[in-house]
């Protein structure tokens, strides 16, 4: 079996760990990079075969990871050495969002340390069909997903938007189940958390974070694109108004 490629929860990890040392690579004797070896074998997200292989995410690797983000970084005067896409694309992401990329990876230490990202079950849509991820990783898109699925939440967001108007349809494209549907849409919306976890921390949900959407709005808000975080309805609605005036086909 061969080593997998490190995917962007990893990545997200080791660029804080560069980020955090000025931009400079760190060597295998380390002591951070022996901390991240260890967090890095212990994360949910490769199976048991290659997590078993001795040389996966070795303090070697983690070392070579870290020469990547430092010789790739546009101020970098000397020879870059070679690495994958998505690797380029998270150098471009702690170089363009610092705050935001620093923020994920605490709460990814954070929730790796407590168990708590651990304990939640692979969602569904947490890895679009091309085997992308958001930005910040699989496992926060897990927690955030697993999150939304709280039907608590759902209901009490549901009762707040019909006290405010009487018509439960998407805050995005207005689409109503109800007048399409009849009454087998009667009540349907899909609630959707505005700001993505990684961006708001772990702070306790209002129901203002939320956002009630047609199924397909709610898609294209999760739908992951190499380098891009998740989007919220806004964006969206303006992605829509603009693909409207310029239609790709
Ligand atoms: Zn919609
Ligand atoms: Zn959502």
């Known amino acids: 079996m061969r080593i997998p490629t490190w995917t962007e929860d990893e990545l997200v990890l080791a660029g804080a760990l560069v980020v955090r040392n000025g931009w400079r690579e760190l060597r295998t004797t380390d002591r951070a990079v022996h901390e991240l070896s260890e967090l890095l074998r212990?994360?949910?997200?490769?199976?048991?075969?290659?997590?078993?292989?001795?040389?996966?995410?070795?303090?070697?690797?983690?070392s070579r990871k870290t020469t990547d983000f430092m010789t790739n970084h546009s101020s970098y005067s000397g020879k870059a050495t070679r690495c994958g896409k998505l690797t380029l694309l998270m150098i471009e992401a702690f170089m363009?969002?610092?705050?935001?990329?620093?923020?994920?990876?605490?709460?990814?230490?954070?929730?790796?340390?407590?168990?708590?990202?651990h304990a939640i079950p692979p969602q569904p849509d947490e890895v679009d069909e091309a085997g992308h991820t958001a930005i910040e990783g699989r496992l926060l898109v897990r927690r955030a997903l697993a999150r939304e699925r709280d039907p608590k939440l759902r209901s009490l967001k549901i009762e707040q938007v019909r006290r405010r108007s009487s018509t439960l349809k998407c805050e995005?494209?207005?689409?109503?189940?109800a007048r399409v549907?009849?009454?087998?849409?009667?009540?349907?919306?899909e609630v959707h958390h505005v700001t993505p976890l990684h961006v708001s921390g772990?702070?306790?949900t209002s129901l203002d974070d939320l956002a009630c959407l047609c199924a397909n709005c709610h898609r294209?808000?999760?739908?992951?694109?190499?380098g891009e975080s998740w989007r919220t309805p806004t964006v969206l609605r303006e992605q829509i108004r603009k693909s409207i005036q310029t239609p790709v086909h």
Request: proline share 7%; aromatic share 8%; glycine share 10%.
């Open 202 to 204: 772990a702070r306790e």
């Open 96 to 117: 363009t969002r610092e705050a935001e990329m620093l923020q994920a990876a605490r709460m990814l230490e954070e929730g790796v340390g407590s168990g708590d990202l």
């Open 172 to 177: 995005v494209c207005d689409f109503d189940f």
């Open 181 to 189: 549907y009849g009454a087998l849409g009667e009540g349907y919306i």
């Open 220 to 226: 294209m808000c999760h739908r992951s694109r190499p």
């Open 42 to 62: 212990s994360l949910p997200i490769h199976g048991p075969e290659a997590r078993a292989l001795p040389s996966f995410r070795s303090p070697d690797s983690v």
